[in-house]
């Protein structure tokens, strides 16, 4: 099953998804890399943006150059029916930059996802344990981060 | 890294104008100058900071699969499983992490049966039993905000 995109919207998507480039015009180098008029490009990325299929544009800060350097993956095993309840509060936590649900399996009971950022250690134990105690869920797991192996955007167009 | 840069990180990352002239208009609700705005920018993405200025695309809403995969390796394979996921442009994000299932990573396809392909072929190629690669696809979205605030 291919995405139902149109070969125009192929091409933007394939232009945009490495970013933006630095540049004082970067709406009319892209549609002039596709050959399109810059007005045709901005339409398009208009309506992406107003049916959310773009979800934010804009700069993306590195988290550990910004002094937010103790960050965890924090994953919860929450009660089926506690989910929407618990899922909500973490989302309005400010620390808690993605909360997600996920499957569980035999060999890993947890189900709700966080992803914790705080300027040290002891910042981010403190949010952790305020969530569990707050949300009253107390099966979790902080996985926390040894290294980044990989950080690239998203490739939806590979050019073979 | 000063006030002004902070303001204009916060911009940069909220309110990015889709117009033809992007930093003009930065430079107005800034109130400064759009050399100086120019000049800075440069600076925070040539010093690391900002990572890149670019689109967060809801990959669903596009049309895509997405997951997080876990995968238990042993610690001597680690490197071996680094060059193979860096082979996949699927493979967005991969971290090392502090656990017996130790290395996660999203992948972004087409389809899910992309998916599950490039996670056949991952488990063959490092010679991994079937549980010790996880799947772990989204069933429900509470929050994404990775903003610096």
Known sequence: MKTPLSSLERDILSAVQYGMPVSRSPYRDIADKIGISPEELLEKLREWKAEKKIRRLGAIVNHFQMGHGAGAMVVWKVPKSEVDRVGDFFAMVPKVSHAYLRPPNEQWPYNLYTMVHASSDKELQETVNAMSVESGITEFRQLKTVRELKKVPPIYIIEL | ?149
């Open chain 2, 1 to 149: 890294m000063d006030d002004l840069d902070r303001r204009i990180i916060k911009e940069l990352q909220e309110n990015f104008p889709l117009e033809i002239n992007p930093y003009g208009i930065l430079a107005e609700t800034l109130a400064i100058d759009v050399d100086e705005l120019w000049r800075r920018v440069v600076d925070l993405v040539e010093s690391g900071v900002i990572r890149r200025i670019g689109f967060s695309i809801d990959s669903r809403k596009m049309g895509y699969s997405s997951t997080l995969v876990a995968v238990r390796i042993p610690p001597e394979q680690v490197d071996k499983a680094c060059e193979l996921i860096d082979r996949y442009p699927q493979i967005t994000h991969s971290y090392l992490r502090e656990d017996a299932f130790n290395i996660w990573f999203t992948v972004i396809a087409e389809d899910r049966s992309q998916i599950t392909k490039i996670l056949d072929e991952i488990r063959i190629k490092l010679d991994l039993a079937e549980e010790k690669v996880m799947n772990f696809p989204v069933e429900k979205l509470f929050k994404l905000d990775a903003r610096f605030k």
